[in-house]
């Protein structure tokens, strides 16, 4: 190996890219290159380490208390922690004969001197791992996620009480030069504008002497001045609104308009949105489908973590099924009945469209049969518009998914007395149910139903819980990911890591009576009653979004739904690579906290 070659080796391995051209030229100088045979021992409690190594050719086995923890390979280093603290808590053992460099102890602890190199080598899993997202996408990283609602200009805020005239309201408006008139009755505060007059002053014949108050009806929507840009644009998208009220230490501090935000993202989300909106058929929606994929591709392009982007997505998806919901079923049955989304689509977890788990309530006394043509017709329209057919049939198309209130408490007593592995998977379908069309008091009502049914019912619980033990994380002994040979030498995303993490934290949330439906408020909340540690919860998050990340982008290049989930790690970077180990880390540890919490060792 050459030295140009050395050096391109070197600089290859985060944070050694970070030193200065001068600094690494005297690294160099100072690497040695070292052979040791298998079973050598490096580093142990009672063998200090010399040096900090960097692999080019075999493998390092790392025991801690006799139990193999990790194992290292071509391009991987090890062990700062020995050299900074001085000791080890485990073992480094050569388990193929090892060709490496070296950068000696005093050398090293040189190069701590660095910031940058002292800030990496000094961090926890967590903080470590969120720095090698970082790096990796620190060409996409831009404002565009990153920006805070403070980072924007903010018109400023046309203030009037509730008892001033419409006239000289008006007036203040013109003044200020803005669009809106923000009315203020106590502790409430309403929004006037332009429609607002138009209709109920010019045509509505209202004197505009009269006080404000008689023609505002819309309540603030706002934002504080310190959330997420990210954030405004889905409360914008979301609403329907042009303008969201920006607050600080609760006070209104100005407004932010719909034009400065889109064009700052120019992602063109609201143009998707406003056209669901117009569409009269399902023809009209058809047009939109591209708009929505390359919606996805400029957000993930653009480093925008997948969390944020299926929630965007996921709000544009809702307004989809309630554009159809409403082109199917008369207007009279909307508030009889409730349309729910279930599967990813119910934890806002959906990017690329997969199968469709859709289901339909009915409200108690109301005949269910009026609803089976227009549901068959609503599956029909979501798959012109690309919502695959679920192969397990959970649609509303289906009449066991199609039943009135008291049929849904029936099932889930049947759930819960049969333990059927077919009930359990209708179970964990059902547990992510989202409402988004129709009446929301009918899912609201199971839930709660669903809950106090499952109060202190730990039997069941651990039934459902030994799922996450039902496919193998694909990372062996020793560390190297485990291949699927009838699909190509890859390996199952979903299956490896992604359903073990979502349906433990689902039935974690059943347990403690959590009404979030997405896998990250579940979270959160599971850390905020103190079923897990901040640290951990941190780590689930962080793995998650790696997982989700690295699978979004084989969804994109993938030409079949079949191969969507199918990565080839040989395809990724190192430090993806990386990544991806670290989450299979987690996943491993996360099932061993499953099988201790609910005791799965002792379910049949």
């Known amino acids: 190996m050459s030295i140009l070659d050395q050096r391109k080796l070197i600089e290859s391995i985060h944070p050694f890219e970070l030193l200065s051209s001068t600094t690494l030229d005297n690294l160099m100088k100072k690497i040695d290159i070292a052979y040791y045979p298998k079973d050598t021992l490096l580093i142990s409690k009672n063998l200090p380490s010399i040096a900090f190594y960097i692999i080019i050719k075999g493998s390092v086995a790392e025991f801690i208390d006799d139990e193999l923890h990790n194992v290292y390979s071509a391009g991987d280093s090890f062990d700062a922690d020995a050299l900074i603290y001085d000791k080890s808590e485990g073992k480094f053992i050569v388990d193929e004969d090892l060709v490496c460099y070296e950068i000696k102890k005093e050398d090293f602890i040189d190069l701590m001197q660095n910031k940058k190199v002292q800030g990496y080598f000094l961090q926890n899993f967590v903080t470590r791992h969120q720095h090698l997202k970082d790096y990796d996408a620190q060409s996409d990283l831009t404002p565009f996620l990153m920006s805070k609602v403070s980072d924007m200009f903010l018109h400023t805020a046309c203030i009037v009480d509730k008892s001033e005239t419409i006239y000289d309201s008006v007036v203040k408006m013109k003044e200020l030069k803005t669009s809106v008139v923000i009315v203020e009755d106590s502790s409430v505060c309403y929004v006037v504008n332009d429609t607002d007059i138009r209709d109920k002053v010019i045509l509505g014949g209202i004197d505009v002497h009269s006080p404000i108050g008689i023609i505002a009806s819309n309540t603030v929507i706002s934002i504080d001045v310190n959330d997420f840009l990210f954030n405004a644009l889905l409360l914008i998208t979301h609403n329907e609104i042009k303008r969201v009220v920006v607050m600080e230490d609760g006070k209104i501090k100005g407004v932010l308009e719909q034009l400065d935000l889109l064009s700052y993202f120019a992602n063109h989300s609201h143009l998707v949105a406003v056209q669901i909106d117009k569409a009269k058929s399902v023809d009209d929606l058809k047009n939109i489908q591209n708009d929505l994929k390359n919606l996805l591709i400029v957000l993930h392009s653009k480093g925008v973590k997948v969390r944020y982007i299926t929630k965007l997505v996921s709000t544009l998806n809702i307004k989809i099924y309630k554009k159809v919901f409403g082109m199917c079923l008369d207007k009279s049955l909307h508030d009889k009945c409730a349309l729910i989304v279930m599967g990813s689509e119910g934890r806002e977890e959906q990017s690329v469209k997969t199968d469709q788990d859709n289901a339909l309530i009915v409200k108690d006394g109301v005949d269910v049969e009026l609803f089976r043509e227009p549901m068959i017709k609503l599956n029909h329209y979501l798959l012109e518009l690309g919502f695959p057919i679920c192969l397990g049939n959970v649609m509303v198309s289906n009449e066991f998914w199609r ?114 439906t997405s896998t990250i408020m579940r979270i959160k909340e599971l850390n905020n009653r103190g079923v897990i540690d901040k640290n951990f919860a941190t780590e689930l998050m962080e793995s998650f979004d790696t997982l989700s990340s690295i699978r979004l982008k084989a969804m994109l290049e993938a030409k079949s739904l079949e191969e969507s989930n199918y990565i080839n790690p040989k395809n990724l970077q190192k430090i993806q690579m990386d990544l991806l180990k670290d989450s299979f880390k987690v996943i491993n540890k996360f099932k061993k906290f499953m099988s201790f919490h609910f005791h799965l060792n002792m379910v049949g």
Do not use: M
Request: one cysteine or more.
């Open 403 to 516: 039943r009135d209130v008291s049929g849904y408490k029936s099932l889930i007593d049947q759930w819960i007395t049969s333990l059927s592995e077919e009930g359990l998977q209708q179970l964990s379908i059902f547990l992510d149910a989202k409402c988004v069309a129709g009446n929301n008091d009918l899912l609201g009502e199971l839930t709660d139903y669903l809950h106090h049914s499952f109060h202190s019912r730990d039997d069941v619980l651990a039934h459902l819980a030994k799922a996450v033990l039902s496919f193998e994380t694909p990372l062996s002994l020793f560390s190297s990911f485990v291949l699927e040979k009838s699909h190509n030498n890859k390996l199952d995303l979903k299956k490896g890591g992604i359903f073990a993490l979502v349906h433990g934290i689902r039935t974690l949330a059943l347990q403690y009576e959590i009404h979030e």
